[in-house]
């Protein structure tokens, strides 16, 4: 069917061959419908397509801005970059001390602003804040979150690191940290990795992270079960062990549950 919006002559159809294809129409249909989700308020529905473009054209305008908002906040990314007017040493357990910029700290961690605020962390420039249960390097992948709003590499970043940023946002409170986390451990989440995503959960009450695994261990049972790090993750993680044996006889239950109702349907 020739369409008066992807044919290639559609410039020159006029009443009544002013038809639309198909994917067209759909096209159009789901322009509006998503529009629709992303701003309620608007009956775009009413308007047609043409209010529908000017929307569009109107979101565009917001992600330029945004964008330049984002370019302008980069001057912190600079500071920390350059260590420009630091006033607090982070020192990891592992490695030397990281200069940073308490107003930072404290603007993007509720738990930093109230250790900042604790009498005994008023302290002259000089002083530092100890946290021990990062290394060297995750501290200075949290540091670049902090100032960046991103982590470095992104998903090219090394599992173990993503893990621990993971535990890191949960313990001083960054919740975009702990989303970003939580979209990469997924995303990456397999058989081989199922157990640690698990155990990770459980450390930080991930419900999401935990019933992904959970699901994922299930699915993939017989080559979780057999794998080298199975027997020492059930030593050091019983009660898990146990969760992942009742898990699976749950749905093996509800597996032979559905089938005899099958089977009873068929000869009923």
Same mark, same amino acid.
């Given at each position: ?8 002559? +559609?410039?020159?159809? $006029?009443?009544? @061959? ?14 509006? +419908?998503?529009? !629709?989700?992303?701003?309620?308020? #608007?009956?775009?529905?009413? #308007?047609?397509?043409?209010? &529908? ?13 945004? #964008?330049? $908002? ?15 007017? &630091? ?19 404290? &603007? @993007? ?38 100032? %960046?709003? @991103? ?7 090394? =599992? ?7 535990? +890191? ?14 979209? =990469?451990?997924? $995303?990456?989440?397999? &058989?081989? !990795? ?8 459980? /450390? ?5 992270? $935990? *019933? ?18 199975? *027997?020492?993750?059930?030593?050091? %993680?019983?009660?898990?062990?146990? *969760?992942?044996? @009742?898990?699976?006889?749950?749905? %093996? ?8 109702? =099958?089977?009873? /349907?068929?000869?009923?």
């Amino acid at each position: 069917m020739d369409c008066c919006i992807c044919g290639p002559m +559609a410039s020159v159809f $006029r009443p009544p @061959r002013n038809t639309i294809c198909t994917s067209c129409y759909e096209g159009g249909r789901s322009m509006i +419908a998503l529009l !629709n989700k992303l701003e309620v308020s #608007k009956d775009i529905n009413s #308007k047609g397509i043409w209010h &529908a473009w000017n929307y569009i054209n109107e979101m565009k305008e917001q992600e330029e801005e945004i #964008k330049e $908002r984002i370019d302008f906040l980069e001057g912190f990314s600079v500071a920390f970059g350059e260590k420009l007017h &630091a006033d607090i040493q982070l020192k990891a357990g592992t490695g030397p001390s990281i200069p940073a910029h308490r107003v930072l700290l404290a &603007a @993007r961690s509720p738990i930093f602003k109230t250790m900042l605020e604790w009498d005994e962390c008023k302290a002259p420039s000089s002083d530092t804040i100890s946290l021990p249960e990062l290394t060297h390097e995750e501290l200075q992948c949290l540091l670049h979150f902090l100032y %960046n709003g @991103r982590l470095p590499g992104d998903e090219n970043m090394d =599992q173990q690191i993503v893990y621990s940023m993971l535990v +890191a946002a949960d313990k001083y409170d960054i919740p975009f940290l702990k989303k970003l986390c939580e979209k =990469q451990i997924l $995303r990456s989440l397999d &058989a081989s !990795n199922a157990l640690e995503v698990l155990e990770i959960s459980e /450390t930080c009450s991930n419900k999401k992270l $935990r *019933e992904s695994a959970m699901g994922s261990i299930v699915k993939h049972m017989e080559e979780v079960v057999f794998s080298p790090g199975y *027997e020492t993750f059930a030593v050091n %993680n019983a009660h898990l062990s146990v *969760e992942i044996t @009742r898990t699976l006889l749950r749905e %093996n239950r509800d597996r032979k549950l559905i089938g005899t109702s =099958q089977y009873a /349907t068929n000869f009923s």
